[in-house]
C-alpha cells in the first residue's frame, strides 16, 4: 500500500524563529525539523501577503546548518525588507521539484502559523 500524500509531511513541524533587524533589512531564521523529507525534495520560503497596493513576498530560504541532536533539523534563513513588520512574513514549507508549480492552497504546503 503507497503512503498517502504529505504523510511524510505531517512529521516535519517548525521551531523557533528569530529576527535580527541589519540596517534596512531584517534577517530571519527559523528552525525546521522535517522529520523523514529528504532536505533535498523540499524547501522552505517566507511568504507575506500583498499590502497597499504592493507585491507578495515569496522568496526562498537558504538551508544553513543542520540543528546539533537533531536527525533531521535545520535553520533556514533569508533577508527580506525592513519595511514592514516582522509578523508580517510566515515560513512555510513547500515541495520541491524543478517542474512543480505549486499553489497557496495545496495541501502538501506546511504553514509555521
Do not use: N
Not at 533589512?25 to 525534495?41: K, M, N, R, T, Y
Not at 499590502?51 to 535553520?75: C, F, H, I, K, N
Amino acid at each position: 500500500m503507497a503512503a498517502r500524500p504529505g504523510a511524510a509531511l505531517a512529521e516535519a513541524r517548525f521551531g523557533e524563529v528569530h529576527v535580527a533587524r541589519h540596517g534596512d533589512s531584517q534577517e530571519i531564521a527559523v528552525e525546521v525539523h522535517l522529520g523523514g523529507l529528504d532536505p533535498d525534495a523540499v524547501g522552505v520560503e517566507i511568504y507575506a501577503d500583498a499590502t497597499d497596493g504592493g507585491d507578495r513576498v515569496r522568496q526562498s530560504m537558504a538551508r544553513g546548518p543542520r540543528l546539533e541532536g537533531s536527525g533531521g533539523g535545520y535553520t533556514y534563513h533569508a533577508a527580506v525588507p525592513g519595511s514592514r513588520p516582522a509578523g508580517d512574513y510566515t515560513p512555510r514549507l513547500v515541495p520541491r521539484h524543478p517542474a512543480a508549480a505549486i499553489p497557496l492552497e495545496a495541501g502538501e504546503i506546511l504553514w509555521q502559523r
